[in-house]
């Protein structure tokens, strides 16, 4: 893994040098909200910011997808549709891209999902080191760091003047590929200050949720009233699953008018009533506390169990922007506290 | 300021009535600012009952949220009660349900609480941002005394009320069973100063504002939920045959959600926010909600969640309705 130096003042020459070959997208402000979007000049980034409104998953897995387009009627005619060009995601926080990571599990599993997977061979992940956690930031509950390289192609890393930069792999260094004049070899100082960045920053981190033993345990209470008593204030809206970056379950439909016509995916959400409705009429999860302790069971006991990997990254979104304040920190680690 | 104490005996109480399921309330939350609805199932439960001005939430929700599984064999339904506590916005909720026959009165109880303004988690939160452990929050007069981390600030309300406080007319429960606390009196008047305003801008304009706000939509429909007037067995846009607004999610879709869900709640509204509050991607709903009750107001001197006794708008008629709308 080669260890280099990117000047700050040349950071917009390394992005210019990017877009020469690639679509890329990074972090955009507006109103109020960050969001990743395409540039087209680096300038139009912000990247002054903690994490991004919506996760950049749907850029890999768009919240609206069309996977064919038809004509109706008994001549029909079905037209693929393009898989994207060569992509990079610039400014991705270490969480994100390890909620990348988790979703690969999910579309190369039993059936591989060739739009996911197209494009996630298309992109290449260029990491920005989280300095300032938020409140409801905990990654470090993972085993995790805000500044881990982990999951990404590139890991740029903020220390002052300048970025430590960790090439990851060989997609980071193709990447790079004839950019030789703007990136430095570091030094011995660079990596202490990258340590040092990193240390501030997991010690910025004050949350922390109880992981220890947490598959077993959720197999040993899912009777238990507890979910009743955390579920309840639940108003079954879908921010958390729409927001969560490892949430990936989804609904396909036909949109069609006379003539024209196409097989769109679309995001849908656990916490919908109709997510679990079967044809006959009978719901198996006719409560909001079933969806609530679904949502947490598929995340803590599931998906480890499936993929060995807890499908939560600890990116705080959920917590953040739900309207009643259920915490899936405080829920996690009291589940492990209740009485089996 | 509430009296806490007063507000649990009263929650004890109710709760220990035999004809009682539960009551909701409010309690102090898991981090930073945060208060969060809780029930209360038996007497000890009213101990962590609070109320503060971080209790932001309009509660009654929950009773139009209840949902009714199917029952066992020789299950019996429970018919009992549900409590609410509320502000003087929440109470009109439950009078606009009621005039509607939502609800039947004698299936709630009402525990009012007068409120002279609440604050904006979003304007606290950035006020205070960072890694916040212990906060309190009390109402002194015009100010919001705020502690953090032992350091006491006091805060005009002005600068962290949401808009719906500023001029609020109805600080004290429309309805209710019991009140905690004595009545406030108030000045504030609804102006519709911002509505004025926007209305002053071009088509064009208005119209790109709202491609933006409503291009910023995922439709979690976290406005529908936790507002307590969207309680339509099946929403509309849940409907299947036929559909009415496609599940994709773009400008167009985007678009006629959030103007189906305005327009449905015309003369229904009480204006308790809690739309734009719940809101992820911050779309300023109460535009849209606020210029529809202004509309009302001056055609229909019609005014939402006011009187349970009163028809519904759209259920009444005056000759001298104005109709110039009607081409």
Request: a neutral charge; proline letters at 6%.
């Amino acid at each position: 893994m080669d260890k280099m130096i990117l000047l700050k003042d040349d950071l917009s020459k390394f992005i210019t040098e990017l877009l020469k070959k690639n679509k890329v997208f990074a972090p955009i402000q507006s109103d109020d909200t960050i969001l990743f979007d395409q540039i087209t000049r680096p300038s139009e980034m912000n990247l002054d910011f903690c994490k991004s409104e919506i996760p950049p998953k749907n850029l890999l897995f768009h919240q609206t997808e069309t996977l064919f387009k038809f004509t109706p009627g008994t001549k029909a005619k079905i037209e693929s549709v393009d898989v994207d060009e060569k992509k990079v995601i610039f400014g991705i926080r270490p969480c994100d891209a390890k909620s990348i990571a988790i979703l690969d599990h999910a579309f190369k599993g039993d059936y591989e999902d060739p739009y996911f997977l197209s494009r996630r061979d298309n992109t290449a992940l260029v990491g920005l080191s989280c300095n300032k956690p938020e409140i409801n930031c905990f990654c470090t509950s993972f085993d995790d760091s805000p500044a881990s390289s982990k999951y990404v192609d590139i890991l740029l890393t903020d220390i002052g003047d300048k970025y430590y930069v960790e090439m990851n792999n060989e997609k980071g260094k193709q990447l790079t590929e004839g950019m030789s004049n703007l990136f430095k070899h570091a030094k011995e100082s660079d990596a202490k200050k990258k340590k040092e960045v990193e240390k501030k920053a997991v010690d910025m981190i004050s949350r922390h949720q109880k992981t220890n033993g947490i598959v077993e345990k959720l197999d040993k209470i899912f009777e238990n009233p507890f979910w009743k008593e955390v579920a309840f204030k639940c108003v079954g809206c879908g921010t958390c699953t729409y927001l969560c970056p490892t949430c990936h379950c989804f609904d396909i439909q036909d949109e069609s008018t006379l003539t024209k016509g196409a097989r769109v995916r679309v995001w849908d959400t656990c916490m919908n009533p109709e997510y679990t409705l079967q044809a006959s009429g009978y719901n198996p999860r006719p409560a909001r506390t079933n969806r609530v302790k679904n949502r947490i069971y598929h995340k803590y006991n599931y998906y480890p169990k499936n993929f060995d990997v807890i499908a939560c990254v600890g990116c705080g979104r959920c917590i953040d922007l739900c309207p009643v304040n259920i915490d899936i920190i405080d829920v996690v680690t009291r589940a492990g506290e209740v009485k089996a | 300021m509430v009296d806490e104490k007063e507000l649990r005996d009263v929650v004890k109480k109710t709760i220990s009535r035999d004809d009682v399921k539960y009551v909701v309330g409010y309690e102090k939350g898991t981090y930073g600012f945060q208060a969060t609805p809780c029930f209360a199932y038996k007497p000890e439960d009213a101990e962590k009952f609070i109320f503060s001005p971080l209790c932001v939430h309009n509660l009654t929700v929950f009773p139009m949220l209840e949902e009714k599984p199917p029952l066992r064999k020789g299950e019996e339904p429970d018919t009992r009660k549900i409590g609410v506590v509320v502000k003087g916005c929440d109470s009109r909720a439950i009078v606009q349900i009621l005039q509607e026959k939502g609800l039947e009165r004698d299936k709630v109880v009402i525990i009012g609480i007068p409120c002279s303004g609440v604050i904006d988690p979003k304007k606290i939160e950035a006020k205070f941002p960072g890694h916040i452990k212990k906060v309190e929050v009390n109402d002194e007069d015009d100010k919001f005394a705020v502690t953090v981390d032992g350091k006491t600030q006091k805060i005009p309300k002005d600068e962290l009320m949401p808009e719906k406080c500023k001029t609020c007319e109805y600080p004290n429960p429309v309805l209710y069973d019991i009140l905690i606390g004595k009545e406030i009196k108030s000045k504030k008047k609804e102006d519709y100063k911002k509505v004025n305003a926007f209305e002053k801008k071009s088509m064009k304009e208005k119209w790109d504002y709202w491609e933006k706000q409503f291009e910023k939509c995922i439709r979690c429909y976290a406005c529908r939920n936790a507002c307590p007037l969207c309680y339509c067995k099946e929403c509309m846009v849940d409907q299947l045959n036929p559909q009415w607004v496609r599940r994709s999610v773009n400008l167009s879709e985007n678009t006629a959600w959030n103007l189906l869900r305005a327009f449905h709640l015309a003369g229904r509204c009480i204006g308790c926010e809690q739309c734009e509050r719940a809101c992820p991607m911050g779309i300023p709903l109460m535009k849209l909600n606020k210029k529809i009750e202004k509309e009302i107001k001056e055609m229909f001197e019609y005014e939402a969640g006011i009187s349970a006794e009163e028809k519904p708008l759209l259920a009444m008629f005056k000759p001298d309705d104005p109709e110039e709308f009607i081409l």
